[in-house]
């Protein structure tokens, strides 16, 4: 293990921090939060010290291999939240530093899950807690990959760790080219967002929280009421934007180059599109016929969005879906937990993860009754490497042993199934919102701080894909050898 | 596909069941059912001479490859069900077919599962209710090749698709003889836990009937009152049995062979009396914590009969668990989904599956820190071939893909999230009751005829372990190749 070059990133992520929270220190400046003005700064000023004093020992050894590439990820991951935590609790927002984190991990692993139970607080501090929606949907790491330059080549390690999907595709050659090209498009989605949004009527401030919150999928609101209190041009806006942004990333850039072709060819996203579609007629037509919604266009324009926002895991209501016939119900929760595509900001499991199970299901099935027929797996046109099949698999293992023993952990405090059930099936799959106790209208304070922390495992398990957190457990990670 | 031969095999099995249905008729001779008589006199003539006459055509090419061996024995699987719901029909038992079909399938599977609120009825149609946990819990193929000389030696692949487990082991070279020593077994199980069952004060029927849902760790109980009505050393002869049938039966086979060093090398067993034993413990100090038993003793007997009970997904109950503490019915829940050993007569995902899925993400894991070590998954000290490894990862992908689909086409009935999703549960795991309405005191009546099928279909599928379902469903299968 190379603890030189984990010590050496570890202080240029707490360098990011600090000057990541001079944006909320510049909302202080000008809502006049005092209180706030101070917490910042004092935040901002010993993060970017310290990091400057980290990272000004240069590691001896820069090379950097899978094993700490999850390593580094895990960790960023941690030290980003426990710094972030601090303006929570410092301005009195939360009850204790626990809750702090919690509300931190949600934002950035864009879960949306909250512990708290008024949501109307400092400008600043609400400002920071949707900014960690932006943070997170894109990745910390993907951030300084774009904007440093990292010698040695391994940075393909760190960008693997922390990117969704089955698999990932660099764009161009160069990880950091591919990591500024991400960026870029995020940044131009958030900008296009806040500008519609300005014209739907939002103030500046309004535009650009929900910004933060619809492109990250985070799904934090700024208001107790939530989108529903929007008006619908704004509510079809944030729709729109919350699709574009549970689509593979790759797609824009084959855009953006001219490659319509290439653009087209993805599998996840027809699935993806024609799910979404195909799911939102029926939601539609089902509210429609139990008088839940007046009109056909407003049927439509609420089943939408609920389906949106269940996939791409981003967990804004317009309407309490809970109301609605079950078998919408069940549709949405089911949506819920394939999530959105790889290379999003989505959460979920992923469809392309879905794909390539079913499609592996559909060959082990042709491989019993014809057993001399090998066959193999193809997305996108292309055969997917048998190594990836076998990942996709014990992914899905994976998944459903850390869902088996985080829903035992907090079955301890002595709530019901379905809060149970549902908290961990939230959080892993950075939804927000369960049913129960922590449905819509519920919140997460209540559970014992040794649940808090499962589900906070959770969410970054959730949100790291799995692999970076079992990794940073494992004991085989830490063996010599 | 040789229609010839699975004509042939499908008359044996009609031939079969009339003989099978001999018993209730002596059952009915016995108590003067004179309806019970007719009904069963018919059903077994007419079966035994269309199966005589169906047999008497000896089919062209006796060669029964794979796809064959998992058609055969849907099929199989289903006749046998179509005409075993007859009795029920027929004496007014059951208010339609359909209702009539579900309680066959439910017994033949030993899921256990009712759509009666009152079990108690004719004595006969009781007998051939329990008995059909008797007949499945062995397998039906399993019993014909036991019983009957199969030419050619393609036998392998019916047993292969009736057996549970990711993989099957014969004993010894030939088919029959395995069939036979594991018939030969169940029946000695069988025979002790009856004598057993006279001593602690049942009379021969209650003996009898009880004994056929504890060793087919099926759970059909024959008082509305259920197994908590019967004394305590009755209730611990049923304990002992059904941990005895939800061992891998080729423990006994080494037990009887004098090997009792192969016989403690599987690794599958000694997680399955850890798993019980660690489970009861820890529930015994809860419900004694929680005041619900008076004495250490009644805890721990409580205790480990629900935890034998659900793990077994036999389905009786000396007391209801739903009032025990959350952490209790959790540990419960998951200890069903889990199930018992592969080659044994209880359901769920087998401990055997779950074992292998451990071990390869555990290698993954490895994989992906040590990019150049490639590790095998070990069993019982041998390494698992990597076939069966990704047999048992598209067994689970299988198994959620139609756990999903069920839970959504039964949600369009509009009960709750628990009904639903623990009915599907409770019929594919072949458990028995779930929570909600279909619960130890509800039943299965309320369904629509579409989500009876469905039930049904998971029943089917879950007990003889997917794969024969979905091929028979499979439109490959049918292809001309």
């Given at each position: 293990?190379?603890?030189?070059?984990?010590r050496?990133?570890?202080?240029?992520?707490v360098?990011?921090?600090?000057?990541?929270?001079?944006?909320?220190?510049?909302?202080?400046?000008?809502?006049?939060?005092?209180?706030?003005?101070?917490?910042?700064?004092?935040?901002?000023v010993?993060?970017?010290?310290?990091?400057?004093?980290?990272?000004?020992?240069?590691?001896?050894?820069?090379?950097?291999?899978?094993?700490?590439?999850?390593?580094?990820?895990?960790?960023?991951?941690?030290?980003?939240?426990?710094?972030?935590?601090?303006?929570?609790?410092?301005?009195?927002?939360?009850?204790?530093?626990?809750?702090?984190?919690?509300?931190?991990i949600?934002g950035?692993?864009?879960?949306?899950?909250?512990?708290?139970?008024?949501?109307?607080?400092?400008?600043?501090?609400?400002?920071?807690?949707?900014?960690?929606?932006?943070?997170?949907g894109?990745?910390?790491?993907v951030?300084?990959?774009?904007?440093?330059?990292?010698?040695?080549?391994?940075?393909?390690?760190?960008?693997r760790?922390?990117?969704?999907?089955?698999s990932?595709?660099?764009?161009?050659?160069?990880?950091?080219?591919?990591?500024?090209?991400?960026?870029?498009?995020?940044?131009?989605?958030?900008?296009?967002?806040?500008?519609?949004?300005?014209?739907?009527?939002?103030?500046?401030?309004?535009?650009?929280?929900?910004?933060?919150?619809?492109?990250?999928?985070g799904?934090?609101?700024?208001?107790?009421?939530?989108?529903?209190?929007?008006?619908?041009?704004?509510?079809?806006?944030?729709?729109?934007?919350?699709?574009?942004?549970?689509?593979?990333?790759?797609?824009?850039?084959?855009?953006?180059?001219?490659?319509?072709?290439?653009?087209?060819?993805?599998?996840?996203?027809?699935?993806?599109?024609?799910?979404?579609f195909?799911s939102?007629?029926?939601?539609?037509?089902?509210?429609?016929?139990?008088?839940?919604?007046?009109?056909?266009?407003?049927?439509?324009?609420?089943?939408?969005?609920?389906?949106?926002?269940?996939?791409?895991?981003?967990?804004?209501?317009?309407?309490?879906?809970?109301?609605?016939?079950?078998?919408?119900?069940?549709?949405?929760?089911?949506?819920?937990?394939?999530?959105?595509?790889?290379?999003?900001?989505?959460?979920?499991?992923?469809?392309?993860?879905?794909?390539?199970?079913?499609?592996?299901?559909?060959?082990?099935?042709?491989?019993?009754?014809?057993?001399?027929?090998?066959k193999?797996?193809?997305?996108d046109g292309?055969?997917?490497?048998?190594?990836?099949?076998?990942?996709?698999?014990?992914?899905?293992?994976?998944?459903?042993?850390?869902?088996?023993?985080?829903?035992?952990?907090?079955?301890?405090?002595?709530?019901?199934?379905?809060t149970?059930?549902?908290?961990?099936?939230a959080?892993?799959?950075?939804?927000?919102?369960?049913?129960?106790?922590?449905?819509?209208?519920?919140?997460?304070?209540?559970?014992?701080?040794?649940?808090?922390?499962?589900?906070?495992?959770?969410?970054?398990?959730?949100?790291?894909?799995?692999?970076?957190?079992?990794?940073?457990?494992?004991?085989?990670?830490?063996?010599?050898?």
């Amino acid at each position: 293990m190379n603890y030189g070059m984990i010590r050496f990133l570890l202080f240029r992520v707490v360098q990011i921090t600090g000057l990541l929270m001079l944006l909320p220190l510049v909302t202080a400046l000008i809502y006049h939060e005092t209180l706030c003005i101070i917490v910042f700064m004092a935040i901002s000023v010993s993060c970017l010290v310290a990091g400057a004093i980290g990272v000004s020992f240069k590691p001896a050894n820069v090379a950097l291999y899978a094993r700490e590439g999850f390593v580094v990820t895990a960790l960023t991951w941690i030290i980003i939240s426990m710094i972030g935590a601090l303006p929570f609790t410092l301005t009195g927002v939360t009850k204790s530093y626990v809750d702090a984190l919690f509300e931190t991990i949600s934002g950035l692993t864009t879960t949306g899950s909250t512990i708290l139970s008024n949501v109307e607080m400092y400008m600043s501090v609400q400002f920071w807690r949707c900014f960690t929606h932006w943070i997170g949907g894109m990745g910390v790491l993907v951030f300084i990959l774009a904007i440093m330059p990292m010698s040695g080549g391994y940075s393909m390690h760190l960008m693997r760790a922390e990117s969704p999907g089955p698999s990932v595709g660099k764009f161009v050659p160069k990880v950091r080219e591919t990591a500024k090209i991400l960026y870029l498009i995020y940044f131009g989605i958030t900008l296009t967002q806040v500008i519609l949004l300005l014209f739907t009527g939002l103030n500046l401030y309004e535009a650009l929280v929900t910004t933060f919150a619809t492109v990250g999928t985070g799904g934090f609101g700024i208001t107790n009421a939530g989108i529903g209190a929007f008006n619908t041009p704004s509510q079809i806006v944030i729709t729109v934007f919350m699709i574009l942004c549970g689509i593979n990333f790759s797609v824009y850039y084959y855009l953006i180059t001219m490659r319509p072709k290439e653009a087209l060819k993805n599998d996840e996203v027809k699935l993806y599109l024609a799910l979404m579609f195909g799911s939102a007629t029926i939601i539609a037509i089902l509210i429609y016929r139990a008088n839940i919604t007046a009109t056909p266009f407003e049927s439509f324009h609420h089943s939408l969005f609920s389906v949106v926002s269940v996939m791409t895991t981003t967990g804004f209501a317009t309407l309490d879906f809970n109301t609605w016939p079950q078998f919408a119900r069940t549709l949405l929760a089911l949506l819920m937990l394939f999530g959105a595509c790889a290379g999003s900001t989505g959460g979920g499991f992923k469809l392309s993860r879905v794909l390539i199970l079913l499609k592996a299901i559909k060959n082990e099935l042709i491989y019993i009754v014809h057993p001399k027929s090998v066959k193999r797996v193809y997305m996108d046109g292309q055969p997917v490497e048998t190594t990836v099949v076998k990942s996709v698999s014990a992914y899905l293992s994976m998944y459903v042993i850390i869902f088996i023993v985080s829903t035992l952990i907090v079955s301890a405090d002595g709530f019901d199934y379905e809060t149970n059930f549902t908290s961990v099936a939230a959080t892993l799959n950075n939804i927000g919102p369960g049913l129960g106790m922590v449905g819509p209208t519920g919140n997460f304070a209540h559970f014992s701080v040794l649940s808090k922390f499962v589900l906070m495992f959770d969410m970054l398990a959730g949100r790291l894909e799995l692999l970076p957190m079992l990794i940073l457990f494992s004991p085989d990670t830490w063996s010599k050898r």
